[in-house]
């Protein structure tokens, strides 16, 4: 399946980091949400932010670490919100649910343009970027190679389904 003549992307937070989004007019990665005082609650799993910040370099990008990026995802349902609702997962030590959590979508190139026209580097991967199973690339061209029939899909109970659905950008 080829991917969307224009793809979105989507990014998650708890609606009490909007203020800080807005004062400062930026989404940060966790490398750096973790070097302030960060206002607001964190939503992800601290194993995983840890592993993002400190073990995993992007191939397309050796000295860049995946936690130095945002993360966003190609569907606006992710296995991570999905986490969220269900709040049964032992690694998460946020319980609030989904209510509180406010979805961001925006336009894949237009993104991928800024980035690039401010110096700033990005890539896709075709799973979760947090394991340590995923290829990535600095192309957009490479959306080709992500599996858009998995990240499109309703249902995820398959593994193959599962790990391609996390691609991100």
Same mark, same amino acid.
Not at 4 to 19: A, E, M, N
């Given at each position: 399946m080829l991917p969307?003549?224009?793809?979105? =992307?989507?990014?998650?937070?708890?609606?009490d980091r909007l203020q800080s989004l807005l004062q400062d007019g930026f989404l940060y990665s966790d490398a750096?949400?973790?070097s302030r005082a960060p206002s607001g609650t964190a939503?992800?799993?601290s194993t995983i932010k840890q592993r993002r910040r400190n073990e995993l370099i992007l191939s397309s990008h050796p000295d860049l670490y995946v936690g130095a990026c945002v993360p966003f995802y190609y569907c606006p349902r992710? =296995?991570?919100l999905y986490m969220l609702h269900m709040g049964n997962d032992p690694g998460l030590a946020y319980g609030?649910?989904?209510?509180p959590i406010v979805h961001l979508e925006f336009e894949l190139q237009s993104v991928s343009y800024w980035a690039t026209k401010a110096g700033k580097r990005w890539a896709i991967t075709n799973g979760n970027a947090g394991s340590r199973y995923f290829d990535d690339y600095s192309s957009l061209a490479n959306l080709s190679l992500l599996n858009w029939q998995a990240i499109q899909a309703r249902q995820w109970n398959q593994a193959d389904i599962k790990e391609a659905k996390q691609s991100e950008f």
């Amino acid at each position: 399946m080829l991917p969307p003549s224009k793809p979105r =992307i989507y990014h998650i937070l708890h609606y009490d980091r909007l203020q800080s989004l807005l004062q400062d007019g930026f989404l940060y990665s966790d490398a750096i949400i973790s070097s302030r005082a960060p206002s607001g609650t964190a939503i992800g799993m601290s194993t995983i932010k840890q592993r993002r910040r400190n073990e995993l370099i992007l191939s397309s990008h050796p000295d860049l670490y995946v936690g130095a990026c945002v993360p966003f995802y190609y569907c606006p349902r992710s =296995i991570m919100l999905y986490m969220l609702h269900m709040g049964n997962d032992p690694g998460l030590a946020y319980g609030g649910g989904q209510a509180p959590i406010v979805h961001l979508e925006f336009e894949l190139q237009s993104v991928s343009y800024w980035a690039t026209k401010a110096g700033k580097r990005w890539a896709i991967t075709n799973g979760n970027a947090g394991s340590r199973y995923f290829d990535d690339y600095s192309s957009l061209a490479n959306l080709s190679l992500l599996n858009w029939q998995a990240i499109q899909a309703r249902q995820w109970n398959q593994a193959d389904i599962k790990e391609a659905k996390q691609s991100e950008f």
